[in-house]
């Protein structure tokens, strides 16, 4: 079922918010897809998803490898019969404001802040798709 980005409907809105370990997938230099663990924070308002990293992970590698906002990707988690993914293009973002944005919108959804690494990034996903059964 597909959503509004911009307009989530008020319970997939209410599952992005719940406490879930998501799945990151980036194309890798290949075209294969990549696929790992991750925290996820889903911003409608700005039509963002955001994914906190270490700048030398091959997530990050992989963004970087593509063309300059080329690297399309998605986010997705799922609990039970429910399940939601968010869709777009991710850039690194290594400011700063946006890591320290991004480090507290962690925190709030995960209920913990995590340890301060000099090495953090941010993966931002400006969204065009969503889909999912919440």
Not at 24 to 33: I, M, V
Not at 45 to 70: C, D, F, M, Q, W
Not at 93 to 98: F, G, H, L, Q
Not at 102 to 122: H, I, K, L
């Amino acid at each position: 079922m597909s959503h509004d980005v911009l307009n989530p409907t008020p319970e997939y809105l209410a599952f992005w918010r719940e406490r879930h370990i998501c799945t990151l997938t980036t194309p890798r230099p290949d075209g294969t897809p990549h696929v790992v663990p991750v925290g996820v924070t889903y911003d409608p308002e700005a039509g963002l998803a955001r994914v906190i990293s270490n700048k030398h992970s091959k997530k990050v590698r992989n963004i970087l490898a593509a063309r300059p906002g080329t690297a399309r990707v998605a986010v997705c988690q799922m609990a039970g019969r429910r399940w939601a993914t968010l869709e777009g293009h991710a850039v690194i973002r290594d400011d700063e404001a946006s890591v320290a944005d991004a480090v507290a919108r962690y925190a709030e959804r995960y209920g913990r802040t995590p340890s301060p690494n000099p090495d953090r990034v941010v993966l931002e996903i400006t969204l065009d798709r969503a889909m999912g059964r919440a």
